[in-house]
């Protein structure tokens, strides 16, 4: 791919799309964190600019004043010291600030290569549609916080689910369109052996989408923190009393903990076979050599990230462990998006 980019006449704008998407993953790390720190809701108010962070001690009480009147003080952390309040702090604040940087990079960039015409033909329009998701991320964002400062002391695991889902298509769009400038001298033209496995990568895809919105369910939840075993949770396969306690058969498994881990250790397994499956097929059909390749990466990431889910349930859901576990989901998502490209277009360069 370094000769792709050696070889283009767009580089500028290439560098652009990827330090963009570089930003949006280390955002979902930082994101990550925040979650698993507790450090979400204690910024309790928002705006589109921004502000400077506490620079006093005044400052600091103001803040500090602010997150006594929330719930989660109230409830989960009465008695915190303002020293305990800045560490949660400073995760919220960074993961704000590096949202508002993303915006900052597009935008500039954007005016930066419009008006030095290196922009390529087309893609005016496709920029508009990043800066729109980029806008309604943040607006999430906030709904989201927004959720876990009336009454309860949590967000909303539905508003958290779309938060993730909307950062993933946002890079999923930044990364698609890298890639398209990249091998911008390949057309489509797939044989029929790669029309019939991107087939069953596009299902892998939509399962795996499936898995990440159901680990935001877990994270939303605390699900993980329940039944820290495997691969029974705990002496049963189906410990149906602790899931099926709501009339509607379908709300036991959107919300309520143990039926949410059961359905995400459940699409992990899925993963897993289809996996499997991919890779059975990928010695039956004759595919080019770079798509060998990729295959063996999602291979490998899909195995390093079902081990990584095990650790993490057993050991009750550590930060590095959670943190890891999310950063692999992306990398497994990122490469699964570069197979998909490269099963729908001629890649001649690399053979």
């Known amino acids: 791919m370094f000769s792709l980019f050696k070889q283009n006449p767009y580089k500028p704008f290439v560098i652009w799309l990827l330090t963009g998407a570089v930003l949006i993953y280390v955002m979902v790390v930082v994101g990550s964190i925040t979650r698993l720190t507790h450090s979400g809701l204690s910024i309790t108010d928002w705006s589109v600019m921004g502000s400077l962070p506490p620079m006093s001690e005044e400052s600091w009480i103001e803040h500090f004043s602010k997150y006594q009147e929330s719930p989660e003080y109230k ?11 800045r560490s949660i702090f400073w995760w919220e604040y960074i993961h704000r600030f590096i949202g508002r940087l993303i915006g900052v990079v597009f935008i500039v960039g954007f005016i930066v290569l419009h008006f030095k015409k290196q922009i390529p033909e087309g893609y005016n329009m496709k920029v508009l549609v990043l800066f729109f998701l980029g806008a309604l991320q943040g607006v999430i964002g906030w709904w989201m916080v927004k959720s876990g ?42 044989s029929r052996d790669e029309k019939r496995y991107l087939f069953w990568v596009i299902v892998f895809f939509i399962v795996l989408i499936a898995q990440i919105k159901y680990g935001a369910f877990v ?110 989901a992306f990398f497994l998502y990122a490469t699964t998006i570069y197979l998909i490209f490269l099963l729908t277009r001629k890649n001649t360069l690399s053979e």
């Open 149 to 190: 400062l009336v009454d309860k002391p949590a967000v909303s695991h539905y508003r958290l689910a779309i938060h993730l889902l909307n950062a993933f298509l946002v890079f999923g769009f930044t990364f698609w369109y890298l890639l398209d400038v990249l091998y911008y001298k390949h057309r489509f033209q797939t």
């Open 219 to 328: 994270a939303g939840l605390k699900a993980g923190l329940f039944y820290n075993t495997w691969p029974k949770m705990g002496t049963e396969w189906f410990p149906s009393d602790t899931i099926l306690i709501y009339d509607n058969f379908l709300r036991n498994f959107l919300d309520v903990p143990a039926g949410v881990q059961f359905v995400h250790r459940t699409l992990g397994i899925l993963v897993v076979l289809l996996t499997i499956w991919l890779w059975h097929l990928s010695s039956k059909y004759q595919l080019k050599a770079n798509q060998q390749r990729t295959i063996s990466w999602v291979i490998y990431f899909v195995t390093i990230q079902f081990m990584l889910g095990i650790f993490t349930l057993l050991y009750q859901v550590p930060i590095f462990l959670g943190v890891l576990h999310q950063t692999v």
């Open 75 to 85: 409830i989960k952390n009465f008695g915190m010291s303002l020293e305990e309040f």
